[in-house]
């Protein structure tokens, strides 16, 4: 009995010892991981970056200089008529609703958007009003829970699709109508508005604005092939398309995205869920503070490569992929691949409208010379695609220009457009086989 109690003694000590020599290490990973994630943390205040999202609030502005003024006195009118018009949408055969969205409704379709319009009559001017406008400040809360915070800002950023689908119907009405000039307007207008929408944070508001700049690319493609435009509109368009920086909307979604995430591993550290309900808390065990780390680690190697080109970023990121991060910023980085990517996208297909825009302004001069890439005045980085840095691609179709990029599959697919294969703009309907012959460059 005494040797059995003896042993129950070791076996206690035993397990007290190790008992202690946990805490003791787990004490030390503690210090070492608070210390590790302050010093990053202290360095992006230093460097006046934002840590929450408190930290991303901007100043107020005056209502007549901010654009959602506008776009909220537009809301009713502007979802009245994209009601109406996807309503009687719907109601057609699926031929007729492809064909809609390539630019060629219906002529009862046609009328829907005319009467829809006609019945709202303060819905575009208060549009235009608002791309107008020196800034924009939806007016997020910035002082709530972090999926409070994204709940009411995918409310915010779906709203923002709204009025550039009534602007897709102006434009095609202007074109029915035969106001070439007046659908460029409305296009330039589009563009304004994109530019404004920037300022909302995160990745996901970016990649509505790219959504929504797609719309407003697909629809001045249309406005540029309907016939000849004064050269005054092709360099107000050239004007605006140039202010469109990549590699910036990149870094701002980021920086906002990094705070975000912050806030969101602090959120789960004090239970906060949606709606400030409370959740059993996540405690900042040394795991998730490194984890933290990881996950600003992360963010600032891709706030660095942003301006990288895309066969550079993805090198960048297959290192990333590849080194040993925490379980929770493993998770961010499938969605950052899919965002650079579609930015990638909706730059060449910039680049290509700036191309074709340049080649129409020169044969409405009446230049008859073959065209050259290099000898349209645009910069060097624009007549590059952006997917293999080689120049863009020219073919002269029986019905326009067709110019295009590779695409993320690097490979020239002689200009498919249909399949997301190719990317750039061309003619509606055009046949892009690889038959063509390839305008030189």
């Known amino acids: 009995m005494r040797r059995f109690f003896r042993i129950l003694k070791w076996c206690v000590l035993g397990l007290l010892a190790i008992v202690g020599i946990f805490l003791i290490v787990n004490g030390i990973r503690t210090v070492l991981a608070s210390s590790r994630l302050a010093a990053r943390t202290e360095a992006l205040r230093a460097a006046g970056q934002p840590t929450s999202l408190a930290e991303?609030?901007?100043?107020?502005?005056?209502?007549?200089?901010?654009?959602?003024?506008?776009?909220?006195?537009?809301?009713?009118?502007?979802?009245?008529?994209?009601?109406?018009?996807?309503?009687?949408?719907?109601?057609?055969?699926?031929?007729?609703?492809?064909?809609?969205?390539?630019?060629?409704?219906?002529?009862?379709?046609?009328?829907?958007?005319?009467?829809?319009?006609?019945?709202?009559?303060?819905?575009?001017?208060?549009?235009?009003?608002?791309?107008?406008?020196?800034?924009?400040?939806?007016?997020?809360?910035?002082q709530t829970d972090s999926h409070s915070f994204l709940d009411d800002l995918l409310e915010q950023v779906q709203y923002c699709r709204t009025p550039f689908r009534v602007c897709n119907f102006s434009v095609l009405v202007q074109l029915d109508e035969g106001?070439?000039?007046?659908?460029?307007?409305?296009?330039?207008?589009?563009f304004r508005l994109t530019r404004l929408c920037d300022r909302d944070p995160m990745i996901v508001s970016q990649l509505v604005c790219i959504a929504i700049r797609g719309v407003a690319a697909g629809d001045t493609n249309l406005v540029l092939r309907s016939g000849p435009l004064p050269q005054a509109a092709h360099a107000a368009l050239e004007q605006e398309l140039a202010l469109f920086d990549v590699p910036e909307r990149v870094r701002q979604s980021?920086?906002?995205?990094?705070?975000?995430?912050?806030?969101?591993?602090?959120?789960?550290?004090?239970?906060?869920?949606?709606?400030?309900r409370m959740a059993p808390a996540v405690r900042l065990t040394p795991w998730v503070k490194n984890d933290m780390c990881d996950y600003l680690d992360m963010m600032a190697e891709y706030i660095q490569n942003a301006a990288l080109s895309y066969g550079e970023w993805n090198s960048a990121?297959?290192?990333?992929?590849?080194?040993?991060?925490?379980?929770?910023?493993?998770?961010?980085?499938?969605?950052?691949?899919?965002?650079?990517?579609?930015?990638?996208?909706?730059?060449?297909?910039?680049?290509?409208?700036?191309?074709?825009?340049?080649?129409?302004?020169?044969?409405?001069?009446?230049?008859?010379?073959?065209?050259?890439?290099?000898?349209?005045?645009?910069?060097?980085?624009?007549?590059?695609?952006?997917?293999?840095?080689?120049?863009?691609?020219?073919k002269k179709l029986p019905a326009g220009w067709l110019v295009y990029s590779v695409g993320t599959n690097l490979e020239d697919d002689g200009g498919d457009l249909t399949d997301n294969l190719d990317v750039g703009v061309g003619p509606p309907l055009a046949s892009t086989t690889t038959d063509d012959e390839e305008t030189p460059r």
Do not use: W
């Open 317 to 394: 990121t297959n290192r990333l992929s590849m080194r040993q991060v925490g379980p929770l910023t493993g998770l961010v980085l499938p969605a950052l691949q899919q965002a650079h990517n579609a930015m990638t996208r909706i730059e060449a297909q910039f680049r290509s409208l700036r191309v074709l825009n340049a080649l129409l302004a020169r044969e409405q001069a009446d230049d008859t010379a073959v065209p050259q890439l290099a000898d349209l005045g645009l910069p060097a980085d624009v007549v590059t695609d952006p997917f293999n840095d080689k120049p863009l691609h020219l």
């Open 56 to 142: 991303l609030a901007r100043p107020p502005i005056a209502p007549e200089r901010n654009a959602d003024t506008y776009l909220r006195r537009a809301r009713n009118d502007v979802q009245a008529i994209e009601s109406e018009v996807y309503s009687a949408r719907d109601k057609l055969f699926e031929a007729d609703q492809t064909a809609f969205e390539d630019g060629r409704p219906t002529p009862e379709l046609m009328q829907t958007m005319r009467s829809a319009l006609a019945a709202h009559p303060e819905a575009m001017p208060l549009i235009v009003e608002a791309s107008n406008c020196p800034d924009y400040d939806p007016q997020l809360d910035f």
């Open 254 to 276: 980021l920086r906002s995205e990094r705070a975000f995430g912050l806030q969101s591993f602090h959120d789960m550290a004090s239970g906060c869920t949606a709606g400030g």
């Open 179 to 190: 106001h070439p000039e007046d659908a460029m307007q409305t296009c330039l207008a589009m």
